[in-house]
């Protein structure tokens, strides 16, 4: 049997405040989908609202590419602080493409390490269809923060 909060930004147990966990009869909190717990400026609330600016990828690339033509991507977050105690630790690029039976591919997984690196990087892509490019993000205080845009290639 599972309990869950009635309102999202209700309290679960005394612990946490998180409208996307649940918590079990024995009282250990389990997720109903991982991925609900990734944000976004689409489903951030309570709390969360609050840091959709400084957490979430903005994605910087051409609107149109040409297809198996190297493209740069540049992918941004923040600002946000950088020290040992707070920052963002890694970024993940995805492209989600048109008519593939599974999707996400993974395009690129980039670990920052605090102080050394800023959460500023660019990617040279060579894509051959259209789709979604998502951005997810890790900051180790904030959890998992997610960015999208849309690219059109043209053959
Ligand atoms: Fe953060």
Redesign the pocket.
């Known amino acids: 049997m599972t309990a869950h909060a009635q309102n999202p930004d209700e309290k679960v147990g005394n612990r946490f405040t998180c409208r996307k966990l649940c918590e079990s009869s024995s009282g250990v909190l389990k997720l109903d989908s991982f991925g609900k717990l990734i944000y976004s400026s689409n489903t951030a609330t309570g709390e969360a609202i609050s840091?959709i600016e400084?957490?979430t990828p903005k994605i910087e690339a051409s609107e149109s590419v040409n297809a198996g033509k190297l493209s740069e991507v540049r992918i941004v977050i923040g600002p946000?602080?950088n020290t040992i105690e707070?920052?963002?630790r890694r970024i993940e690029l995805y492209v989600g493409e048109e008519n593939r039976p599974f999707n996400p591919v993974l395009l690129a997984v980039v670990d920052l390490t605090p102080v050394y690196n800023d959460p500023d990087i660019k990617l040279n892509l060579k894509l051959s269809k259209s789709g979604t490019l998502y951005a997810v993000g890790y900051?180790?205080?904030?959890g998992l923060w997610e960015g999208h845009k849309e690219i059109k290639v043209t053959q």
């Open positions: 840091k400084s957490h946000h602080p707070h920052s963002i900051c180790n205080l904030h």
